[in-house]
């Protein structure tokens, strides 16, 4: 079965650092591309970065701001989200997710999905 697990969040002070994982299963990472998400209570979810089996990359400049680093170790099946300079208002749960087809960082175009891993910044 396709299945996605999300680790590596946690509390961090604000300015710290965090590398997330999504551990894929159940379909070759390669033939996929793979975006990052998050959710924080009460609001939608947000596109963060994509990553394709060409490792092609597209960031969400708007909340990234050049934090954030994408990147995939295909013979681990995993893909990262590197994050830098974390702020309060990244608190969110975050989220890795499927898409068979080209990258993008709007979640309907995503049909498979982790259960999440919560990221809380300290102020």
């Known amino acids: 079965e396709v299945q996605l697990v999300e680790s590596g969040g946690g509390l961090v002070q604000a300015g710290g650092s965090l590398r997330l994982s999504c551990e894929a299963s159940g379909f070759r990472l390669d033939s996929a591309s793979i975006g990052w998400f998050r959710q924080a209570p009460g609001n939608e979810r947000e596109g963060l970065s994509c990553i394709t089996p060409l490792d092609e990359v597209l960031y969400n400049e708007n909340i990234v701001k050049g934090r954030f680093t994408i990147f995939r170790d295909t013979a681990k099946n995993t893909v990262y989200l590197h994050m830098n300079n974390l702020k309060p208002e990244d608190t969110a749960l975050y989220y890795c997710?499927?898409?068979?087809?080209?990258?993008?960082?709007?979640?309907?175009?995503?049909?498979?999905w982790g259960q999440g891993t919560q990221v809380t910044v300290a102020s």
């Open positions: 997710a499927r898409r068979l087809g080209a990258c993008a960082i709007s979640a309907p175009y995503f049909g498979s």
